[in-house]
C-alpha cells in the first residue's frame, strides 16, 4: 500500500474482546507497510490472530517525541503507517499526538479508522445523560491535586467521564465522595468486553464501601461516570459566583471572602456564607 505522499491511518483495536476491531481496521493493518504500537509485542497477538505479518516498530509515551521524526520520513517517501496503541482509539489518553500533529503540519493525509473506546463504550450503557458530556481522562495521581481537580468539575453540569486504574480505584471513589454531593450518581464500569465485566450504578456516597466489600472489584481497568450538577435553584451560589468565592476563600478569612463576593457578584451574602461555611468544612 503505498501514495505519492503516504499517509498515515489512526486505527482503534479492540479494549478487551479480540473481536471488536472492524473489517476496515484488519484490512489497513494488513496493507500498511508498516505498523507502529505502543506495545509490539502486544500488538503481536492481535496481528496473529488475524493472521497480519506487517512490520511494527514501537511509539510509546517515552520514545514518541524521539520517534517522530523518523516516521515522518517513512511517510515522506510515500510509504503508509498505521498508528495503534494497547487498546482502544490512539490518542484517546494514549499515545500519538506529536506524531498527528506533526503529520498534519506537513500536509500528510491523516485517516481514522474508528472502533473501540473505552468512554463511548461505558457511556453507551451507563442510563446517564449523553446528550452532553466531558471526557476528563486520568485524575490526578496525587490525592490532594486530585481532591482539587474534582472540586473544579463538582459543578460541571455534564456528564463527567474519567479512566482509572487498579491502584488507584479505591482512592479516587474515596476523594469523589468527599468532594461531590453524595447524592449524585455514579457507574463504575470494569472490563469492559472481557470475561468479567461489569457496570454498577450507585450513588457516590456509596461507591468506596461497594468497592471495600469486594476484593473482585477492584482488579482490572475501569470507566467511572459521574450524573453532572443539576441547574442551580434561585436560592443556590451559581457555578461562576462559586468559583469566585473559593478563590477568595483560599486567600482570605471567610467573613472577608464573602464580602468580597458578595460585592463582585452581586449574589445574595446568606447563600454565599452557606457555600464559604461548607468549603471550610471541606478543606479542614
Ligand atoms: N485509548 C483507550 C480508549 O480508547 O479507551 C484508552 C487508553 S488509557 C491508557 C487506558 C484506560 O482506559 C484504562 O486505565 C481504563 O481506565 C480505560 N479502559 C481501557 N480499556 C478498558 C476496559 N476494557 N474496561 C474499562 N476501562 C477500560
Request: proline share 7%.
Amino acid at each position: 500500500m503505498s501514495s505519492a505522499t503516504g499517509i498515515l491511518y489512526v486505527v482503534a483495536t479492540p479494549i478487551g474482546h479480540l473481536e471488536d476491531i472492524t473489517l476496515r481496521a484488519l484490512d489497513v493493518l494488513r496493507q500498511v507497510d508498516l505498523i507502529a504500537a505502543e506495545d509490539t509485542r502486544h500488538c503481536r497477538t492481535l496481528l496473529t490472530r488475524y493472521d497480519i505479518s506487517t512490520a511494527t516498530t514501537s511509539l510509546h509515551q517515552h520514545n514518541e517525541r524521539a520517534k517522530t521524526p523518523a516516521l515522518l520520513n517513512h511517510l515522506r517517501q510515500g510509504r503508509t503507517l498505521a498508528l495503534v496503541s494497547d487498546a482502544g482509539t490512539p490518542l484517546i489518553s494514549d499515545p500519538g499526538y506529536p506524531l498527528i500533529s506533526a503529520a498534519l503540519a506537513e500536509s500528510i493525509r491523516v485517516i481514522p479508522i474508528p472502533g473501540p473506546c473505552a468512554a463511548i463504550t461505558a457511556l453507551s450503557a451507563a442510563g446517564l445523560p449523553t446528550d452532553r458530556f466531558a471526557f476528563e481522562g486520568f485524575p490526578p495521581r496525587q490525592a490532594a491535586a486530585r481532591r482539587r481537580f474534582f472540586e473544579t468539575l463538582r459543578d460541571e453540569p455534564r456528564t463527567l467521564v474519567f479512566y482509572e486504574s487498579s491502584h488507584r480505584i479505591e482512592a479516587c471513589l474515596q476523594d469523589l465522595a468527599a468532594t461531590f454531593p453524595p447524592k449524585r450518581r455514579l457507574v463504575l464500569a470494569k472490563e469492559l468486553t472481557k470475561v468479567h465485566e461489569s457496570l454498577i450504578s450507585s450513588r457516590i456516597q456509596d461507591a468506596p464501601a461497594m468497592l471495600e466489600r469486594s476484593a473482585d472489584l477492584k482488579k482490572g481497568e475501569f470507566v467511572l461516570i459521574v450524573e453532572g450538577a443539576p441547574p442551580p435553584k434561585g436560592d443556590e451560589v451559581s457555578p461562576e459566583h462559586r468559583r469566585i468565592l473559593h478563590l477568595l476563600l483560599a486567600e482570605c478569612s471567610l467573613k472577608t471572602a464573602v464580602s468580597l463576593a458578595e460585592k463582585i457578584t452581586g449574589a445574595r451574602k446568606k447563600p454565599l456564607y452557606a457555600e464559604a461555611l461548607s468549603w471550610q468544612e471541606r478543606n479542614s
